[in-house]
């Protein structure tokens, strides 16, 4: 079951974190991973140890915000079957805490990012007889947090489109699905402990891994096998959904 054999995938920040994750499951199922990051060198290492796995793996380097940059990488692809907007920033602040700037750094990785993808994969995808995307959401599209009023922004956006595309596509088999994490354990979380929480790190981790109602933060694994299932023909009759893989945080929170 779930098996990607014949199928290529691409994962825009597939070299870290969930995208890693993904990158690496998708390549045991049997897929022709293309990882699109920054630069080709921060995917460079999940490739290689695709490869020494015995998979197949390729990295382009392409800015995600550049619609041009996007569409050539995918031209270079060709044949996309599967498509995983992972690429992604944070962002802390409230509306009065978030400078004109970071705004528009968030919307041009978070929603720009996506929407170049979608445009360059959904001609190929059509063209092919279908294909499979997921997008990577948040709870915060759903509920709303203290302190993150642009990347919340950026993931009611992703929510929407996912939506938009979903419904569009019915008639050209192209399926669209979107996964809302909560807080999940990856490099990224560890290294903003590090940095705003000097000393405490031990304590930080503890209280945000209890802000889950599970008592624990994700694992990007987990991230990874839900979008497995997604993206698989087993889930053939699922699109326009959304999935929280909260730990209980949008139901059972008090």
Not at 22 to 28: E, M, Q, V
Not at 46 to 55: L, P, W
Not at 180 to 189: E, I, K, Y
Not at 225 to 254: H, M, Q, R
Request: charged share 15%.
């Amino acid at each position: 079951m779930f098996s990607l054999t014949n199928k290529k995938a691409v994962i825009t920040g597939g070299g870290s974190g969930i995208g890693r994750a993904i990158s690496l499951l998708f390549a045991r199922q049997g897929a022709e991973v293309h990882i699109i990051e920054l630069t080709a060198e921060a995917g460079q290492q999940v490739a290689d140890e695709i490869r020494q796995a015995g998979g197949t793996a390729h990295v382009h380097a392409a800015d995600v915000s550049q619609q041009a940059q996007v569409v050539a990488a995918f031209q270079a692809i060709g044949q996309v079957d599967v498509l995983v907007n992972n690429a992604g920033i944070a962002h802390v602040g409230n509306v009065e805490t978030t400078p004109e700037a970071d705004f528009e750094r968030v919307y041009q990785v978070n929603v720009k990012g996506a929407y170049n993808c979608l445009f360059a994969a959904v001609p190929l995808m059509k063209a092919q007889g279908g294909g499979a995307i997921v997008n990577m959401a948040s709870i915060a599209a759903h509920v709303g947090l203290t302190d993150r009023f642009a990347y919340s922004m950026s993931k009611g956006a992703i929510f929407a489109m996912t939506l938009s595309v979903a419904r569009d596509y019915l008639g050209s088999n192209i399926r669209c699905n979107s996964i809302s994490p909560a807080r999940v354990h990856t490099p990224f979380v560890d290294g903003f402990i590090a940095k705003n929480y000097a000393g405490r790190e031990e304590d930080i981790f503890d209280k945000l891994s209890k802000s889950q109602p599970i008592g624990r933060m994700g694992q990007p694994d987990e991230v990874a096998a839900l979008a497995l299932y997604l993206c698989s023909d087993e889930a053939g009759f699922v699109t326009g959904c959304d999935y929280p893989l909260d730990g209980g945080f949008i139901k059972l929170n008090t």
